[in-house]
T-cell receptor, first 118, second 111 residues
Framework: GAVVSQHPSWVICKSGTSVKIECRSL??????MFWYRQFPKQSLMLMAT?????????EQGVEKDKFLINHASLTLSTLTVTSAHPEDSSFYIC??????????????FGPGTRLTVL | QKEVEQDPGPLSVPEGAIVSLNCTYS??????FMWYRQYSRKGPELLMY????GNKEDGRFTAQVDKSSKYISLFIRDSQPSDSATYLC???????????FGGGTRVLVKP
């Protein structure tokens, strides 16, 4: 099956610094990737849709200047949390769109990145 | 009202029992249905997908869709402690659209 990796798996940073999270599709090309945020015991919250070679589409309420997304190649999307604050501490998960038989598609997810902002 | 409703659990069963999970949805535009398993502090893993009413079986897992009732189910036979996880249903209206997730059901299989 399709494999998606994320790096780093866990990051701790000081308030005010920026953190970059990488999402890679390892054995396939992904024109569309997604970034989610998940708080403890809650479901996934879609932050933005990342399309290779174009600007990301952000969900309502997500600050695009704070969460910078770059999808420069067919196998790599990055999420940069700028000027991170403790309230940005969360579990960030990326996914890649993969076509399925039957005319639809689904998403394969990375293992997630746990961000802790002190 | 959420578009997709899922009981959060936790659902606790003894090892070997059948686990029964379900989701209801309100929008008949949903056409494709998926089940994901998520272990603690890991990304979701796709278990099954289906796009027609009826049953689909894969090993110990059976996915069931009833579009007329807007109801989907996942059954896990011969449950194992390793099945302890959160199970998320997801659905999409058409290819290329965003997934809409249920809130997830936490399952605990006790040895």
């Amino acid at each position: 099956g399709a494999v998606v990796s994320q790096h780093p798996s866990w990051v701790i940073c000081k308030s005010g610094t920026s953190v970059k999270i990488e999402c890679r599709s390892l054995d396939f090309q992904a024109t569309t990737m997604f970034w989610y945020r998940q708080f403890p015991k809650q479901s996934l919250m879609l932050m933005a849709t990342s399309n290779e070679g174009s600007k990301a589409t952000y969900e309502q309420g997500v600050e695009k200047d704070k969460f910078l997304i770059n999808h420069a190649s067919l196998t790599l999307s990055t999420l940069t949390v700028t000027s991170a604050h403790p309230e940005d501490s969360s579990f960030y998960i990326c996914s890649a769109r993969v076509p399925l038989a039957g005319g639809t598609d689904t998403q394969y997810f990375g293992p997630g990145t746990r961000l802790t902002v002190l | 009202q959420k578009e997709v409703e899922q009981d959060p659990g936790p659902l606790s069963v003894p090892e070997g029992a059948i686990v029964s999970l379900n989701c209801t949805y309100s929008n008949s535009a949903f056409q494709y249905f998926m089940w994901y398993r998520q272990y603690s502090r890991k990304g979701p893993e796709l278990l099954m997908y289906t796009y027609s009413s009826g049953n689909k079986e894969d090993g110990r897992f059976t996915a069931q869709v009833d579009k007329s009732s807007k109801y989907i189910s996942l059954f896990i036979r011969d449950s194992q402690p390793s099945d302890s996880a959160t199970y998320l249903c997801a659905m999409v209206k058409a290819a290329g659209n965003k997934l809409t997730f249920g809130g997830g059901t936490r399952v605990l299989v006790k040895p």
